[in-house]
């Protein structure tokens, strides 16, 4: 079975008719963390309608645009900003992870390369729970949310 996500997870609160406006649709993963899927298509196309551009300090350069923290300071309630980007890809039980954990718009710690460090740093506890990727929830998903495809072409029509 597979499991091929791309998201950013939020510590703290939000601004929901913010995030709307950027349809950053959150998922409360508990722990006061909320989850907001995104993709390639996704972040180009933000990069280029809000013409923010440039790069995160990243251990590995899936997901690593400046653009994220730009979205993140525009919908976050909170001061600093914490924030993890998180990317899976499983398939057959084979495959990997990355994850970076975000303070503003700086790496808070380039150590950090799991996803569940990045829960861990955000304040996710095991728990009971097999890692902090079983307490948050996150093998409740399996893929990326379809509304996500509809970017490709929304980012055509931009160039």
Same mark, same amino acid.
């Given at each position: 079975?597979?499991?091929? +996500?791309? !998201? ?5 609160? &939000?601004?929901?008719?913010?995030? #709307?406006k950027y349809e *950053? ?7 006061? *963390? ?12 933000? %990069?280029?309608?809000?013409?923010? /551009?440039? &790069? *995160?300090? /990243? ?6 645009? @400046?653009?994220?923290? #730009?979205?993140?300071? @525009?919908?976050? *309630? $909170? ?9 899976? !890809? ?12 975000? @303070?503003? #718009?700086?790496?808070? #710690?380039? /150590?950090?390369?799991? +996803?569940? %460090? ?13 890692? %902090? ?8 998903? @399996? $893929?990326?949310?379809? &509304?996500?495809?509809? &970017?490709?072409?929304?980012?055509g029509e931009l160039?």
């Amino acid at each position: 079975m597979s499991h091929i +996500i791309h !998201a950013i997870v939020l510590k703290g609160p &939000y601004n929901h008719q913010e995030a #709307d406006k950027y349809e *950053l649709t959150g998922v409360d993963l508990n722990f006061d *963390l909320t989850l907001f899927f995104i993709d390639n298509d996704f972040i180009d196309y933000w %990069e280029k309608k809000l013409a923010y /551009s440039g &790069y *995160l300090e /990243s251990n590995c350069h899936l997901v690593n645009k @400046r653009v994220i923290y #730009d979205l993140m300071k @525009r919908i976050s *309630l $909170s001061d600093p900003i914490e924030y993890a980007v998180i990317v899976t !890809a499983y398939v057959g039980g084979m495959g990997d992870q990355f994850a970076n954990i975000y @303070r503003n #718009d700086q790496n808070a #710690d380039l /150590s950090v390369k799991t +996803i569940n %460090e990045a829960l861990n740093y955000l304040g996710a506890d095991q728990g009971n729970h097999l890692d %902090e990727f079983d307490a948050v929830g996150l093998g409740r998903f @399996r $893929s990326n949310p379809a &509304y996500l495809a509809k &970017y490709q072409k929304l980012l055509g029509e931009l160039e």
